[in-house]
């Protein structure tokens, strides 16, 4: 069974420039997240989708941050502009369940994003 | 806000060992509790779930929890250097099912 894609695996952008990161999720899988991850941090959530609804994006800081999941399969996490704090790994996952958030989470490899 | 309290480490413990990694959680209403193990440069992959109190075993592993005191542990006997690496405490439940992670605890297990 694939697992969780995701891509780039590295990014290195100035601030002030726009980004995009995509994701696919496990065929099948009803729920899809954004996680960030900064260096020494747990995974914080940005947003979930439950097919191709938003369940949940209070931590996404909309004035840059926006995210689209098209057909309720893939989707994109853009950020726009870009601020030195955004630094951080990029995780997307997925989960099996259409009611998403207490069952198990597969994560992609994660994007790793340099904003310098 | 909800939080998930763990101790960020290193824990250092010999091989052969028990290490005992420890998680605190701020709601009450939590109804599912989860480990995540780290390498390294790579992605959190689950290894231990458990939603009712008390102890549930998984090979080297066995997850603890009492919802009383809102404390969740991960014991792993038999530690082995491929065990080196950092274990997050994920919480899910209450009013919402979103998933809340910890900062994670470094484990390294020295030969």
């Known amino acids: 069974e694939a697992g969780v894609a995701q891509s780039p695996r590295y990014k290195i952008i100035e601030k002030r420039q726009s980004v995009a990161f995509w994701c696919n999720p496990i065929?099948?899988?009803?729920?899809l997240y954004w996680y960030q991850q900064i260096l020494g941090q747990g995974p914080k959530l940005l947003i979930q989708f439950q097919n191709n609804g938003v369940v949940d994006d209070s931590q996404l800081p909309k004035d840059r941050f926006s995210a689209e999941r098209l057909k309720g399969v893939d989707s994109t996490l853009k950020i726009q502009p870009a601020k030195l704090e955004d630094s951080a790994v990029y995780l997307c996952?997925?989960?099996?369940?259409?009611?998403?958030?207490?069952?198990?989470?597969?994560f992609g490899s994660g994007t790793q994003l340099s904003v310098l | 806000q909800k939080e998930v309290e763990q101790n960020s480490g290193p824990l250092s413990v010999p091989e052969g060992a028990i290490a005992s990694l420890n998680c605190t959680y701020s709601?009450?209403?939590?109804?599912?509790f989860f480990w995540y193990r780290q390498y390294s440069g790579k992605s959190p992959e689950l290894i231990m779930f458990?939603?009712?109190?008390g102890d549930k075993e998984d090979g080297r592993f066995t997850a603890q929890l009492n919802k009383a005191s809102q404390y969740v542990s991960l014991l792993i006997r038999d530690s082995q250097p491929s065990d080196s690496a950092t274990y997050l405490c994920a919480v899910n439940g209450g009013s919402n099912y979103k998933l809340t992670f910890g900062k994670g605890t470094l484990l390294t297990v020295n030969p």
């Open positions: 065929s099948g899988h009803a729920t």
């Open positions: 709601d009450r209403g939590s109804q599912s």
């Open positions: 458990i939603y009712s109190n």
């Open positions: 996952a997925s989960s099996p369940t259409a009611r998403g958030g207490g069952e198990k989470l597969f």
